[in-house]
């Protein structure tokens, strides 16, 4: 079975690097300010003229309150008028760029991310999807993957209702833990009863998918706390779960110097977190699909997995990475054929930028042939725990092993430590090695040097 996992700590141990988690290749420590909005024009020309489907990313960066262990790109403000300036901006930036595309490629992938989308009031909410539906082909049929993520503070009935009128057919759920030590800790105090009342009211207007995210790792946590946590989730059935690792970065990410790293766990008891919650998951039903992801035999991720054809982007793994990816808002990520390319990250500077009439694209990168290619052998592993080289070899036109030829004594002691087994033809993540699966890809990586290694998390 594909969801097959054998833990060993001693290869966890060896293995367990800081490294990319692969959204992207390459990753976006290698953008640079040399690409800018001429590049983007230039590659939502080929897309249109390859007609290719889409996948839109609104990135809605307000928060009322700070999670300490955030790391995401928010503006924390309790007035809610500070949204209606950004909204005049990116609506801007979403007439600016779909002119540039043809009205009639379908936007098979729809996703709010933040922040908390939900920020907006159910006014700005309407405005928002109606300027997006007339400049982008957005489908009416309920086809579409139109997701947003939830704060289940800032939800109720009425508002899943509007979110479901207004298309959105999945949502993701941030809950991290259910214990009130662990919430304060992180000043993040969010009721079992808050987050079942949207979950319910999700599943009576037919959502079709409901994803929660968990974080082990939380100061106060400890592996018998988390695993009441993640019992509870069990038992509210969610489609899909994430369970990230929290990476304690306080030089990087100001919210994060108000936690006291005394009442952080151990790495051992961060292990024992992670073993435990596999376990229960794997009990309860859950394929592991991989990266910290866990879905239902019956959902889409797992389907895909099943059937080898799962992709990953910027929004985790999908069944839509054939679509080009536009990143509307501060700070977001699009991917146009080979152009990656990303908004600047700072709120004033895309509000001023746009309001001059000019997209504030900031820093980027266009992929060469050898990022395309290991960028597919990456998705292969990553995506399928397996590689054909014959594949790589038909669609590139090299000799795998010529091509990999310094790379094979890596492989090959991760063949002798149980992590793949490497013959002739193919590479196959063993059971052992999926959960370091980050650590296999990272061997094909060209770009990442020991000094880089210290901006990402670790691998477990």
């Known amino acids: 079975m594909l969801d097959a996992i054998r833990w060993d700590t001693d290869l966890i141990r060896r293995y367990d690097l800081a490294g990319p988690r692969y959204t992207s290749y390459p990753t ?74 043809d009205p009639t490629q379908k936007v098979e992938q729809l996703h709010f991310g933040g922040g908390t989308p939900t920020f907006l009031s159910h006014v700005e909410l309407r405005q928002l999807m109606a300027h997006l539906r007339k400049h982008f082909n957005l489908l009416n049929d309920d086809s579409g993957d139109y997701g947003i993520e939830i704060d289940p503070r800032e939800a109720d009935w009425s508002t899943m209702g509007l979110l479901r009128e207004l298309g959105f057919n999945r949502v993701s ?51 018998e706390n988390f695993a ?85 982007n910027f929004q985790g793994y999908t069944t839509h990475g054939h679509c080009d990816l536009i990143g509307l808002g501060v700070s977001a990520i699009s991917q146009i054929g080979d152009l990656y390319c990303q908004n600047s990250s700072d709120l004033n500077h895309y509000q001023n930028t746009l309001a001059s009439m000019q997209l504030a694209t900031s820093r980027g990168l266009l992929c060469n042939a050898d990022d395309r290619l290991r960028r597919a052998v990456i998705q292969q592993l990553i995506c399928n725990f397996s590689l054909e080289f014959c594949d790589i070899e038909q669609a590139f036109n090299i000799d795998f092993q010529g091509y990999f030829g310094e790379l094979w004594p890596q492989l090959q002691d991760m063949a002798k430590d149980g992590l793949i087994e490497l013959d002739r033809d193919r590479i196959t993540i063993l059971p052992a090695g999926r959960l370091l699966v980050r650590s296999v890809c990272m061997v094909f990586d060209a770009y990442l040097e020991q000094h880089s290694r210290q901006r990402f998390s670790r691998v477990i």
């Open 28 to 101: 976006a420590v290698q953008f640079n300010s040399q690409v800018g909005t001429f590049d983007l024009f230039h590659a939502l020309r080929d897309s249109r003229k390859a007609q290719r489907p889409l996948s839109l990313y609104v990135h809605v960066p307000f928060c009322a309150n700070i999670c300490y262990y955030c790391a995401c790109n928010k503006v924390i403000t309790k007035d809610r008028g500070r949204a209606q300036p950004y909204l005049q901006r990116l609506e801007q930036e979403i007439q600016l760029i779909a002119c540039h595309l």
């Open 173 to 223: 759920i941030g809950l991290q833990d259910l214990d009130p030590a662990v919430q304060r800790a992180v000043n993040r105090l969010q009721s079992l009863e808050e987050t079942r009342a949207v979950i319910d009211a999700a599943r009576t207007l037919q959502f079709r998918s409901i994803n929660i995210d968990l974080i082990y790792g939380l100061p106060r946590q400890t592996p």
């Open 228 to 312: 009441r946590t993640v019992e509870e989730v069990i038992n509210l059935q969610p489609d899909r779960l994430s369970v990230f690792n929290y990476a304690h970065l306080p030089e990087r990410f100001m919210p994060q110097r108000r936690i006291n790293s005394n009442e952080l766990p151990t790495p051992a008891q961060k292990l024992e977190m992670l073993q435990r919650t596999i376990e229960q998951l794997i009990s309860a039903g859950y394929r592991y699909i991989g990266m910290d992801h866990f879905a239902l035999p019956d959902d889409e991720l797992a389907i895909a997995q099943e059937e080898s054809t799962l992709q990953r």
